[in-house]
């Protein structure tokens, strides 16, 4: 499937000093610093296209954007690999109840969705993958795992058995009471008969009346949701045998640590015989007036609406930064004018021929997102510098502070 269009990476003097990127692992829920090394490997979970593009969507894009500039500003290759899940329960379920086909549906909402990851400059994955294009890769992964005796079928349906992964659980590191609530809340079937443990997990749903299926050698059906992702990331990011670990950073919002990422990462380690990802790292929900933004609660606030109410996307994307990535954190049209005027400070006062000195500040942005992108203090260090300009310190280059936090921000100027 298309990505989007790449985006214009401005140059960054080599004399910078980039500390090594650390992390918050949200296994140990510690920081940990990505090893030094010439290339990583980033897989981010995307969208269902039913509902294209919320700000909780845009918030964790985002986050992911800032890993990949940081390492990229680096000079170290990035293989950032991201899906869409275009055909599952939520998107047939949507196309049904709008009375629309499932296809145009998707097709309207990943449109939409490239069009947004655009705005907000967001740097496209090398490979942005379809479900219904990796079904053959799905079925590649499931007969992979039969052969290592982890399948079984309920009725017609596959399931993966979670324990032949002797890790499993490891990652999202969750009590078994935690796990099975969150399974049953998050789309799993703990209750269903027949299964030989309430956690395991659907690799390949049956064809069911009405619904697209696609034919493999279990019969016709479609791909349960954990196995895709863990499919097409073993099949596009270069795997390096050599290494402790298959990928090095598994990314997506905070609702994806269990079941989702704890399931491919287990389907994963049954395939390969190695562990999944180095970090699983994950980013903060994105709530409105006090409470959680959910499709439930009808108060999703999209970008597209934002700017064609007369937003600036960077505005956005500047306002979702204002707060760490990995928290919780309120959306407010009083945050999204405060970060317009932002803003409009900084590109009025990067059009002066006088600045205030800019190496400091632009060193200072790189070491503060090197400490788990620490978004906020970065934009306090570029307020002081704006105070300082208006206060009629010289000697910076407005040129080299507008490329950095071009290249490092994604805030184009
Ligand atoms: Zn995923």
């Known amino acids: 499937m298309n990505s989007w269009a790449q ?47 919320h700000l909780g969507h845009a918030a964790t894009y985002i986050t992911f954007d800032l890993v990949n500039r940081y390492l990229t500003a680096m000079g170290k290759k990035v293989h950032f690999v991201e899906n869409v899940t275009d055909v599952d329960d939520p998107l047939l379920e949507r196309a049904t109840r709008d009375g629309v086909d499932w296809k145009d549906l998707a097709q309207s909402q990943i449109d939409l969705f490239r069009g947004d990851m655009s705005d907000l400059h967001i740097i496209p994955p090398q490979y942005y993958i379809g479900a219904v294009e990796a079904i053959p890769l799905v079925i590649d992964a499931i007969q992979g795992l039969q052969e290592k005796n982890s399948i079984y079928a309920v009725d017609d349906d596959l399931y993966f ?67 895709e992702c863990c499919a097409i990331a073993l099949s596009y990011l270069p795997v390096d045998h050599d290494e402790e670990f298959l990928i090095d950073i598994q990314g997506g919002g905070n609702d994806l640590l269990f079941p989702h990422h704890e399931m491919g990462a287990a389907q994963a380690a049954v395939l390969k015989g190695k562990d999944y990802a180095r970090l699983y790292v994950h980013a903060g929900l994105i709530g409105l007036d006090g409470e959680k933004m959910s499709k439930s609660l009808g108060n999703l606030v999209f970008l597209s609406k934002l700017v064609s109410e007369g937003a600036d996307p960077i505005a956005v994307r500047l306002a979702l930064i204002s707060e760490h990535y990995s928290l919780d954190r309120m959306w407010s049209q009083e945050q999204l004018d405060t970060s317009t005027r932002f803003l409009d400070r900084l590109r009025l006062l990067l059009s002066r021929p006088e600045v205030a000195p800019t190496k400091t500040v632009v060193q200072k942005i790189i070491y503060a997102l090197s400490d788990n992108l620490d978004t906020p203090k970065a934009l306090e260090e570029l307020r002081k510098w704006c105070d300082e300009t208006e206060s009629g310190s010289t000697g910076g280059s407005a040129g080299e502070l507008s490329r950095a936090i071009d290249l490092l921000l994604g805030i184009a100027i």
């Open 7 to 53: 985006i214009y990476l401005p140059p960054i003097d080599s004399s910078f000093d980039f500390s090594p990127l650390s992390l918050k692992h949200s296994t140990t829920r510690q920081n940990v610093a990505l090893p030094v090394k010439d290339e990583y490997r980033m897989y981010v979970c995307g969208i269902t296209p039913y509902d294209a593009t």
């Open 161 to 227: 058995k979670v324990h032949a992964d002797k890790d499993f659980g490891s990652r999202a590191n969750f009590s078994q009471g935690e796990m099975l609530k969150l399974f049953a809340e998050r789309g799993g079937d703990p209750e269903r008969a027949g299964k030989l443990d309430p956690l395991d997990a659907l690799v390949w749903l049956h064809e069911r009346a009405g619904e697209p299926s696609w034919p493999s050698s279990f019969g016709k059906g479609r791909p349960g949701w954990h196995i």
